[in-house]
């Protein structure tokens, strides 16, 4: 069976791996945006991109070096970065169908305890710096 045709307008999605060099990072820079556009009409990403927003700038004030703001930092982001490999997993899923399956429920399950597992990281370094910050 073959695939169903390209809409008008629509690149083919072998087209990446053809292109080279400035142009294929290009290209890949534009599918790179078009995925965190797509990540923001997702709540969860939306909330925790703007408590980035803040916590971003913080962590230069609170890190005491460049060793806690990076750690600081790095929390943050992988916390963007999990919700996005998440809300990718749960999309995939979807795609596939809206009945209830087990293996998509612990697809979704496991994409969700990622996601936790981040928070409780990036919670626990911000709150060893605070308290060292605070209390030392």
């Not at 911000?126 to 209390?135: I, P």
Request: hydrophobic fraction near 50%; glycine fraction near 10%; aromatic fraction near 6%.
């Amino acid at each position: 069976m073959s695939a169903s045709p390209q809409p008008a307008g629509r690149e083919s999605p072998q087209a990446q791996k053809q292109r080279h060099g400035l142009a294929r990072l290009r290209h890949a820079l534009g599918y790179s945006l078009a995925g965190l556009r797509a990540g923001w009409q997702e709540p969860a990403f939306r909330q925790e991109a703007i408590a980035a927003i803040v916590m971003l700038p913080a962590a230069v004030w609170l890190g005491r070096n460049w060793v806690e703001t990076s750690l600081l930092i790095g929390g943050v982001v992988l916390v963007l970065v999990v919700e996005l490999l998440n809300t990718g997993i749960e999309t995939a899923i979807d795609r596939i169908g809206p009945e209830w399956n087990e293996l998509s429920k612990r697809a979704k399950d496991m994409g969700s305890a990622a996601v936790l597992l981040s928070l409780l990281l990036c919670a626990g370094v911000w709150l060893a710096a605070l308290g060292h910050r605070l209390l030392a």
